[in-house]
């Protein structure tokens, strides 16, 4: 009896020296990302992103004394209603104290204004880049508690005038996705455009899932346009893209973002756009970036270059690292976290497993870094806003290759020239 009453001691003494964390212990954070409709492309990227970045950290030896970062991934299927009742889940029954998604402003937007700003809780966007965000930060309705790794449209519509024109692009057609990052969109770009010197022709919106957009096509075609401004994602996208040549349209095209897609350029066909040219957030490429391009491919099947790829890796990898600076999974102190991972006078930190070791080494040690990700070094403003480069890029022969880049100074001193 006392030998077995010693032995539960030793026992119980083992325990109570033994982390208060124990090794299957995790943190849950929601993923809302678009796994199908129109940006479905997309939300598949961003999601597995997301997991490869929690995945390095976790083999790194994970946050909190050792508990896992574990993503519960739901499917916003690319609309606002879906994207609400993803979200309300995660938040209300698994309370979640961080969410990353959505990809299309469309979706973070609705999860913002109904979920996570009321509720406190943090959101971390990839991919919306309607100012509409910025400006619910202006007006106080994120509680302060909203990120993007994405640059706004409110930039990258100056950029896609300039490039526009600098291609002879000079009398466009618009056709349009009728949600908010549509209109946005069009709204900064045609202000810079026709400031610029550009002539717009026609700006017709369209709604989602059509069968067809023969309609909208035709009322592009009016005015004799030399090219086409299609705002869309790859599914619509490819729809419109074919009847405009099929009607005869210019087989040039100007596009957004999210119209970079392989997929897009097969079901359309190569030969079409030969001449199209587009814009897309950039990146100050680091050894984060050299790592993903290695990595990705491997772990998800899916190439580097997908929209939403890279700049979901960092949202993942930010994420993570705060949950480790911030010492526990709670909102608030998530938040404050944030910035403190991207302290400028911080230690360099860049993707993957050994970097990660590095970085929760030196948080432990009670020691500032600085993670400087697969986008580049980026630092949040106090509406969550990034600045960054902006990658032109055209369509030649079936491949999207990068032909240029455009500095956030290039395009904050065309804007200074259009304000006066």
């Not at 990809?103 to 959101?123: E, Y």
């Not at 709204?187 to 069968?211: C, D, H, M, R, W």
């Not at 100050?284 to 772990?299: G, M, Q, R, V």
Request: aromatic residues 8%; hydrophobic residues 40%; contains cysteine.
């Amino acid at each position: 009896m006392k030998t077995t009453l010693i032995a539960s001691l030793a026992v119980l003494a083992t325990a109570a020296a033994t982390p208060a964390f124990a090794a299957d212990c995790s943190v849950t954070v929601g993923v809302v990302m678009e796994l199908t409709g129109p940006a479905g492309e997309y939300g598949q990227a961003g999601a597995k992103s997301v997991e490869m970045a929690f995945r390095d950290i976790n083999d790194a030896g994970g946050v909190n004394g050792g508990c896992k970062v574990v993503a519960d991934t739901r499917d916003s299927q690319s609309t606002g209603t879906g994207a609400v009742d993803a979200a309300k889940q995660l938040v209300e029954i698994k309370h979640v104290p961080v969410i990353i998604g959505g990809i299309i402003s469309s979706v973070s937007i609705p999860i913002l204004t109904s979920v996570t700003g009321p509720a406190k809780v943090v959101q971390v966007s990839p991919a919306s880049s309607s100012p509409t965000l910025t400006n619910l930060g202006r007006e106080g309705k994120t509680n302060g508690m909203f990120f993007r790794t994405i640059t706004s449209d409110a930039l990258q519509g100056v950029a896609a005038a300039k490039y526009a024109l600098d291609q002879g692009l000079k009398k466009l057609s618009i056709i349009h996705v009728n949600n908010d990052f549509g209109v946005n969109m069009v709204k900064e770009f045609t202000a810079a455009y026709k400031a610029l010197g550009g002539e717009i022709v026609s700006v017709t919106p369209y709604n989602e899932k059509q069968a067809s957009y023969d309609a909208e096509v035709t009322a592009g075609m009016v005015g004799a346009p030399d090219a086409l401004y299609l705002v869309s994602y790859p599914v619509d996208g490819t729809t419109i893209a074919r009847s405009w040549i099929s009607k005869g349209g210019p087989a040039k095209f100007l596009l957004n973002d999210g119209m970079n897609s392989a997929d897009f350029v097969k079901n359309v066909g190569p030969k079409y756009l030969n001449d199209a040219y587009g814009t897309s957030s950039g990146t100050s490429p680091t050894a984060s970036t050299e790592y993903f391009n290695k990595t990705y491919k491997a772990f998800s099947n899916i190439e580097p270059t997908n929209p939403a790829a890279d700049r979901s890796y960092d949202a993942g990898a930010i994420v993570g690292l705060a949950i480790a600076q911030a010492g526990k999974a709670d909102s608030a102190a998530i938040k404050d976290a944030i910035n403190k991972v991207l302290d400028p006078k911080g230690t360099p930190i860049h993707a993957g497993k050994d970097e990660f070791a590095k970085a929760l080494g030196l948080i432990k040690d009670g020691k500032p870094i600085k993670y400087e990700g697969v986008i580049g070094p980026v630092f949040f403003d106090q509406f969550g806003d990034i600045t960054g480069p902006f990658r032109l890029w055209k369509i030649k022969d079936g491949e999207i290759t990068t032909v240029g880049e455009m500095s956030t100074a290039d395009v904050d001193g065309i804007k200074l020239k259009l304000a006066k």
